[in-house]
């Protein structure tokens, strides 16, 4: 069976792009062999968990579960798509969450951080000064660089390392970095372990192997010594600068955001916490400003969040809001703790795109149910969230001790459990329904239906029932391939082209200029093209203006929309980008004031104009622009049906939406 045909092309190229693993031939799985993949890792955790084969009545939800898959209606995450099945995933088990979150204190809190960044796993984290400090006196660092080829060998996998005194007393730390994860990721503690005084330190890449090179397990591309070579070298000089003294939060986040542009081009995303009423807190939120002009460029690796652990003064919020603005709208964000703390006893901090409320150290993985597509069927979407929560749940039911972890990571999954049921498609839900009592209502049983689900699987298993269920995350690339509205928000128009970067070496493009697609040259990046794909949503009320029927929603309307969801569906946050502009500042401000109770944390972005095309805001490109029905409708009945079949696996597909390291929810 085969149901690409009931999607749109875009949601299959950006499938095959994301989720579609290599095989072994050289061309991409199906959407069907993905979902097969998948099903065989639930049903791998659950046996494991419950230490027997399954009944009837079990293998019968993994193919209900399959179905959903398969129809697109729910998925497990990006990181279960890509990695179910794999036995990456089950040996490597962090591999498989999304969200994590720990306090950066100790060399072992950095090698947990690198480790899990090289997994693919979102990194929160807070940098917590008095441990961590330079070298004992300033040393010379020397870099030698691989020479390996593709083709070659790879190289040893395990770092060594030694010391030296020369003729004339001189001493000198070798440290040979390993052709592995464990390697790379516990390399990065030796340089913060290093006590001895000495002279001259050779950080030795010559093992590790050339990039372009596919990587078995993990499936991606390996970026060679090139990164990680340049981060150590740049690590080492901040370690020079602060040399016999403790390093201090700013230096911290910068030690986090080097390490998180050693990875390969499936990124990983950052968000770094600093409590408010830190002395270097205004530091920290004009970290990125000008970043450009100083140097600077790895901190776009984390996005950057104060936390207030009370209320904060209308002044307060003004000032955040002046150095917003000053930094170009959208950071720092701000975290509530408070609220947090209400909702999760445990908490500590969040994920990187902040919809999950983290203990020090740990975890949490996550789900999605796509609401829209069950429009005319409530009871059915109460299965499907019951479903899937249950698959969320049996997440939860891995061994996190896979020699590189400190064993609290593993620890705090075992009592938290923490599930992430989430929803998108969720305002093609809430046009379709109306009457804000009806509303209401239903949020609340699609909440009581994930719970029941967790619950009733902890149950089954004798295991602690999850803490917190429910969450809705930004869902920027699931809800391309599942044809719905992203996450919360509401699309910028009804008719738009999205415009979307492939390597211009990737072998759909010939495919794509055939079947009518326009393509070309993406501006400042001659490796890369722009692949122009109709959309559209029928099923979502827009406002008309000049012929285009655009989104005009306030900062206030949406904001609404997030403290509905807080207040009936979720118990974590609710992942969401607001789009304003500066005369709204005031009504935000005071919006957020009069429901801090319910306000755990966002994002702001300035609104562009919706009306308005690239060349009008002086941009060379937009990635989604508004066009008018009679634009879309000219440019989609040209195109032609794209065959993805039996295309080779020669380039890396990237999940765009972490190109940069941090969460695409800014």
């Given at each position: 069976?085969?149901?690409?045909?009931?999607?749109?092309?875009?949601?299959?190229?950006v499938?095959?792009?994301?989720?579609?693993r290599?095989?072994?031939d050289?061309?991409?799985?199906?959407?069907?062999?993905?979902?097969?993949?998948?099903?065989?890792?639930q049903k791998?955790?659950w046996?494991?968990?419950k230490?027997d084969?399954?009944?009837m009545?079990e293998?019968?939800?993994?193919?209900?579960?399959?179905?959903?898959?398969?129809e697109?209606?729910?998925?497990?995450?990006?990181r279960?798509?890509w990695?179910?099945?794999?036995?990456v995933?089950?040996?490597?088990?962090a591999?498989?969450?999304?969200?994590s979150?720990?306090?950066i204190?100790?060399?072992?809190?950095?090698?947990d951080?690198?480790?899990?960044l090289?997994?693919?796993c979102?990194?929160?984290?807070?940098?917590?000064?008095?441990?961590?400090?330079g070298?004992?006196k300033?040393?010379?660092v020397?870099?030698?660089?691989?020479?390996?080829?593709l083709g070659?060998?790879?190289?040893?996998?395990?770092?060594?390392?030694?010391?030296?005194?020369?003729?004339?007393?001189?001493?000198?730390?070798?440290?040979?970095?390993?052709d592995?994860?464990?390697?790379?990721?516990?390399s990065?503690?030796?340089?913060?372990a290093?006590?001895d005084?000495?002279?001259?330190?050779?950080l030795?890449?010559?093992?590790?192997?050339a990039?372009?090179?596919r990587?078995?397990?993990?499936?991606?591309?390996?970026s060679?010594?090139e990164?990680?070579?340049?981060?150590?070298?740049?690590?080492?000089?901040?370690?020079?600068g602060?040399?016999g003294?403790?390093?201090?939060?700013?230096?911290?986040?910068d030690v986090?955001n080097?390490?998180?542009?050693?990875?390969?081009?499936?990124?990983?995303a950052?968000?770094a916490?600093?409590?408010?009423?830190?002395?270097?807190?205004?530091n920290?939120i004009s970290a990125?400003k000008?970043?450009w002009?100083?140097?600077?460029e790895?901190?776009?690796?984390s996005?950057?969040?104060?936390?207030?652990?009370?209320?904060?003064?209308?002044?307060?919020?003004?000032?955040?809001?002046?150095?917003?603005?000053?930094?170009?709208?959208?950071?720092?964000?701000?975290?509530n703790?408070?609220?947090?703390?209400k909702?999760a006893?445990?908490?500590?901090?969040?994920?990187?795109?902040?919809?999950?409320?983290?203990?020090n150290?740990?975890?949490?993985?996550?789900?999605?149910?796509?609401?829209?597509?069950?429009?005319?069927?409530?009871?059915g979407?109460?299965e499907a969230?019951?479903?899937?929560?249950r698959?969320?749940y049996?997440?939860?039911?891995?061994?996190?001790?896979?020699?590189v972890?400190?064993?609290s990571?593993?620890e705090?999954?075992?009592?938290?459990?923490?599930c992430g049921?989430g929803a998108t498609?969720?305002?093609?839900?809430?046009?379709?329904?109306?009457?804000?009592?009806?509303?209401v209502?239903m949020?609340?049983?699609?909440?009581?239906?994930?719970?029941?689900g967790?619950?009733s699987m902890a149950d089954e298993?004798?295991?602690?029932?999850?803490?917190?269920?429910?969450?809705?995350k930004?869902?920027?690339t699931?809800?391309?391939?599942?044809?719905?509205?992203?996450?919360?928000h509401?699309?910028l128009?009804?008719y738009?082209?999205?415009?979307?970067?492939f390597?211009?070496?990737?072998?759909?493009?010939?495919k794509?200029?055939a079947?009518?697609?326009?393509?070309?040259?993406?501006p400042?990046?001659?490796?890369?093209?722009?692949?122009?794909f109709?959309?559209?949503y029928?099923?979502?009320?827009?406002?008309?203006?000049?012929g285009?029927?655009v989104n005009?929603?306030?900062?206030?309307?949406?904001l609404?929309?997030?403290k509905?969801?807080?207040?009936h569906?979720?118990?974590?946050?609710?992942s969401v980008?607001?789009?304003y502009?500066?005369?709204?500042?005031?009504?935000?401000i005071?919006w957020i004031?009069?429901?801090?109770?319910?306000?755990?944390g966002?994002?702001?972005?300035?609104?562009?104009?919706?009306t308005?095309?690239?060349?009008?805001?002086g941009?060379?490109?937009?990635?989604q622009?508004?066009?008018s029905e009679?634009?879309?409708?000219a440019?989609?009945n040209t195109l032609?049906?794209?065959d993805?079949?039996?295309l080779?696996?020669?380039?890396?597909?990237?999940?765009?939406?972490?190109l940069?390291?941090?969460?695409?929810?800014?």
């Amino acid at each position: 069976m085969n149901n690409y045909q009931e999607f749109s092309t875009r949601a299959n190229v950006v499938t095959r792009r994301t989720y579609n693993r290599p095989k072994e031939d050289g061309t991409f799985e199906t959407w069907e062999e993905t979902a097969d993949r998948v099903i065989e890792h639930q049903k791998w955790l659950w046996e494991r968990a419950k230490a027997d084969t399954l009944d009837m009545a079990e293998i019968v939800e993994l193919e209900k579960l399959r179905m959903l898959m398969i129809e697109r209606k729910a998925t497990p995450s990006g990181r279960t798509l890509w990695l179910g099945g794999t036995n990456v995933a089950k040996t490597r088990e962090a591999s498989q969450f999304n969200c994590s979150f720990g306090r950066i204190e100790t060399v072992h809190d950095i090698v947990d951080a690198m480790w899990l960044l090289l997994q693919g796993c979102g990194v929160g984290f807070e940098p917590v000064v008095g441990t961590l400090n330079g070298f004992a006196k300033k040393v010379n660092v020397r870099v030698i660089r691989s020479a390996k080829v593709l083709g070659e060998a790879k190289g040893c996998p395990d770092n060594q390392s030694w010391r030296s005194v020369d003729e004339v007393g001189k001493k000198t730390y070798h440290l040979k970095i390993g052709d592995s994860a464990e390697a790379w990721a516990k390399s990065a503690g030796k340089l913060f372990a290093m006590k001895d005084a000495v002279d001259v330190l050779i950080l030795d890449f010559s093992e590790v192997r050339a990039a372009g090179e596919r990587l078995k397990g993990y499936g991606w591309i390996s970026s060679g010594d090139e990164t990680i070579s340049s981060a150590f070298q740049r690590i080492c000089d901040l370690l020079n600068g602060r040399a016999g003294q403790l390093l201090t939060r700013i230096d911290i986040l910068d030690v986090l955001n080097h390490l998180g542009t050693t990875l390969s081009s499936r990124r990983s995303a950052e968000i770094a916490l600093m409590p408010v009423s830190d002395p270097e807190v205004d530091n920290f939120i004009s970290a990125k400003k000008d970043f450009w002009l100083h140097g600077n460029e790895h901190r776009q690796q984390s996005n950057n969040s104060i936390v207030f652990h009370k209320k904060p003064t209308q002044w307060e919020l003004s000032y955040i809001f002046d150095k917003m603005v000053e930094a170009g709208g959208s950071e720092p964000g701000f975290i509530n703790a408070e609220s947090a703390k209400k909702r999760a006893p445990h908490f500590k901090g969040v994920n990187p795109c902040a919809e999950i409320l983290l203990g020090n150290k740990s975890f949490c993985n996550l789900v999605e149910v796509d609401w829209g597509k069950f429009l005319q069927d409530f009871g059915g979407l109460q299965e499907a969230v019951e479903i899937v929560a249950r698959a969320n749940y049996r997440q939860t039911c891995v061994n996190l001790d896979d020699g590189v972890l400190q064993r609290s990571w593993h620890e705090l999954n075992e009592f938290l459990r923490l599930c992430g049921v989430g929803a998108t498609g969720i305002v093609k839900f809430l046009d379709h329904h109306t009457g804000q009592n009806n509303v209401v209502t239903m949020l609340q049983a699609l909440r009581s239906s994930a719970k029941k689900g967790a619950n009733s699987m902890a149950d089954e298993l004798g295991l602690p029932r999850a803490k917190l269920v429910t969450t809705v995350k930004p869902s920027g690339t699931l809800s391309k391939i599942m044809d719905t509205t992203e996450g919360v928000h509401k699309p910028l128009g009804k008719y738009l082209f999205n415009n979307v970067t492939f390597s211009k070496h990737d072998e759909i493009i010939p495919k794509l200029v055939a079947s009518g697609y326009k393509v070309i040259e993406k501006p400042f990046e001659s490796d890369s093209v722009l692949v122009t794909f109709p959309v559209a949503y029928e099923d979502v009320k827009f406002d008309l203006v000049d012929g285009k029927e655009v989104n005009l929603e306030t900062a206030i309307s949406q904001l609404d929309r997030y403290k509905l969801m807080m207040d009936h569906y979720v118990d974590h946050n609710c992942s969401v980008t607001i789009s304003y502009d500066n005369g709204e500042i005031p009504d935000i401000i005071t919006w957020i004031l009069d429901n801090w109770d319910t306000y755990v944390g966002v994002s702001f972005i300035y609104r562009n104009d919706p009306t308005k095309s690239a060349a009008d805001l002086g941009y060379a490109y937009l990635p989604q622009e508004v066009v008018s029905e009679e634009v879309y409708r000219a440019y989609a009945n040209t195109l032609m049906p794209v065959d993805l079949t039996n295309l080779a696996s020669t380039d890396d597909l990237t999940d765009e939406e972490c190109l940069t390291g941090a969460c695409p929810i800014r």
